[in-house]
C-alpha cells in the first residue's frame, strides 16, 4: 500500500502517566454495585481504561520499517527512530503488565480474599507500573509534536531547491511560491524543510526550500545539511541549484562548483542558475534577481520545460 505521510501529522496526544492513572482511577471510583462485583468491575474498568489508551496509541503508529525511506531517515533525524521504537515497546510492555496485575487481582477477589485490600494493592501495583514509563509516554508525546515538522507531499511534481548556505534559497521560494521561509543574511537560516506550490503555464508544482549544504564529505555533515541532502537524493524530480557567484554569501565559487558537482552525481536533472543578478553580471546561467525581479519567470520556465520532460 502507498504510504500516506498525512498519519504523521495525525498521532494521539499521549497522557502521561499520571493523567492515565487519574483517569482510569476516577473512572473506576463511579462504579457501584454489591461489594465484590464491584471491586472487580473496578478492576476491570482500570485495566478498559488503561489499555485502550495504550493500544490506541500502538495503533496510530506506522511501521517505521515499510514507510519510505526519505520519511524513515527524516524522522529518526527530527526524532530518532530508536527512541520511537523503545518507547512503543515500553506501552506494550505496559499493557501486558497491566492486564496480568488486574486479573491477578480478580482472581484474588473471586478466590475469598478482601475486596479492599487487594483493591489497594492492585491499585498501587498497576500505578507503579504505568509510573515506570512516564518517560517513554513523555517522549511519545514530544514526538506527536516533532511529527508536524515533516514535510507532507502531494504527488504534484517536486523541484528542490539547493546549494551552499546564504545564496538566496528561500529568497526565490518566497518569491515564487505560496511558502514564507525565513530569509536572513547570515547562513544556516533555513534549518528544516519548506514546501510550497506555485503554478505557471498550468502545471502545478511543488517546489521545497532546503537548509544550505556545505561541500563535505557526507560523514561530517550536520542534521540541517543531511535534511537537504533527503529531499535531494529521495524526493526530487529535479533539482534547481542556486550558486551566488558574487560570493556575497560567504563561500567560494569554486567551493559552490564543487557541491554543484557531487549534486549532480546523484543522475538527477539539474537546473543551474545564479541568484543576486543585480550584483554581477555574469550571464553564462540563467540570472535572477528577487531585488529586480531579473530573470524570476525564467527560472519558473525552465523548471516546467524540466518536469515536463
Ligand atoms: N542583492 C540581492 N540580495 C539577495 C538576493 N536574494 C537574496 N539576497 C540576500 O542574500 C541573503 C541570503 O538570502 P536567503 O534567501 O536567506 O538565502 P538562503 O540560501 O535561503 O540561506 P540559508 O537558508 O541560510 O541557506 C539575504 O541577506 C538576502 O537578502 C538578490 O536577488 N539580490
Ligand atoms: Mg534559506
Redesign the pocket.
Known sequence: MEFNAEILHKLPTVLTADELLDKAFRRASKVSGKRREKAINKLATVSNVISSHFNYVLKAHPSYTSMPEFYRELIDLTIGLGKIRKSLAALKWADNMVQKIINKGIKQIKGGRSPELVLRETYGRVASVVKQIDNELKTLNEAKKLMRRIPVFSDKPVVVVA????????????RISNVE??????????KEIYVGIFEHDGVEVQIV?T??ILDRPISRRNEIEKRAVLCIKYIADCILF?I?PTE??GYSLEKQMSLLNEVKELGKQVIEVY?????HDKRDRIA?????GEGIKEVKDEIVKTIKG
Open positions: 546549494g551552499y548556505p546564504n545564496v538566496g534559497k528561500s529568497s526565490l521560494v518566497s521561509p525565513e530569509i536572513a543574511s547570515y547562513p544556516f537560516t533555513t526550500d537548509p544550505g542556486v551566488d556575497s554569501c541568484s543576486k543578478a543585480d550584483m535572477f534577481s528577487v531585488v529586480s
